[in-house]
């Protein structure tokens, strides 16, 4: 069985840094895709940044230049740098890790970004 863990939310003041972390327990594929998404209140759930298992990185538009996903695939662990945080950044972000027949989710962790 596998349990995915997301840390490293909370609030934050407009302007300001977190760095989100999610480990994975259990047997996971190194050739896994890794991904951040999030979800704001009445919004449907989006892609943040993904990242393969060779480092090549994506990010959607509104977080160019502002997040950084990495991964240690030693650890199953993926972390999202995110700096100079909006209000727009509030959600709900989730990690996910998946592969040919696997789909793994955290539960989530709430990050808030208002003064």
């Known amino acids: 069985q596998v349990q995915v863990v997301e840390s490293g939310g909370g609030l934050v003041q407009p302007g300001g840094s977190l760095r989100l972390s999610c480990a994975a327990s259990?047997?996971?594929?190194?050739?896994?895709?890794t991904g951040w998404y999030r979800q704001a209140p009445g919004k449907q759930r989006q892609s943040v940044a993904v990242i393969t298992s060779g480092g090549s990185t994506s990010y959607a538009d509104s977080v160019k230049g502002r997040f950084t996903i990495s991964r240690d695939n030693a650890k199953n662990t993926v972390y999202l740098q995110m700096n100079s945080l909006k209000p727009e950044d509030t959600a709900v972000y989730y990690c996910n890790f998946r592969g040919a027949g696997y789909s793994y989710w955290g539960q989530g962790t709430q990050v808030t970004v208002s003064s």
């Open positions: 259990g047997r996971i594929s190194s050739l896994a895709l």
